[in-house]
């Protein structure tokens, strides 16, 4: 799985911006899609997830209504929608996709794959 982020750069406090993450190779094996974010002197953290097939969702507390994740299944692609953003969302901001199986042994095996990351930076 090969994954491609777009659409960071520099907003003003209250602005929006979205993400997106393209996602190419053994896509039909993908479980489940996120946006990570870490910011200088920080852990990388979660941002927001959805779950394949049922497309289930999850936000981290610090975003919930102010940023929306989506994926567009026909054109494998993820998005996140930034609403109201506040400088302390400023952070690089990576996808990730999580693949699990079952392996010849059967054992649960799960697989992360990452972007390269996009840089989005709030000013106030």
């Known amino acids: 799985v090969q994954l491609v982020e777009s659409g960071g750069g520099l907003v003003q406090a209250g602005g929006s911006l979205r993400l997106s993450c393209a996602a190419s190779?053994?896509?039909?094996?993908?479980?489940?899609m996120g946006w990570y974010r870490q910011a200088p002197g920080k852990q990388r953290e979660l941002v927001a997830a959805?779950?394949?097939?049922?497309?289930?969702?999850n936000y981290a507390d610090s975003v919930k209504g102010r940023f929306t994740i989506s994926r567009d299944n026909a054109k494998n692609t993820m998005y996140l929608q930034m609403n109201s953003l506040k400088p302390e969302d400023t952070a690089v901001y990576y996808c990730?996709?999580?693949?699990?199986?079952?392996?010849?042994?059967?054992?649960?095996?799960?697989?992360?794959?990452w972007g390269q990351g996009t840089q989005v930076t709030v000013s106030s």
């Open positions: 959805i779950i394949s097939g049922g497309g289930s969702t």
């Open positions: 190779g053994s896509t039909f094996s993908i479980n489940a």
């Open positions: 990730n996709a999580r693949t699990q199986y079952v392996d010849d042994a059967g054992w649960a095996q799960r697989d992360d794959y």
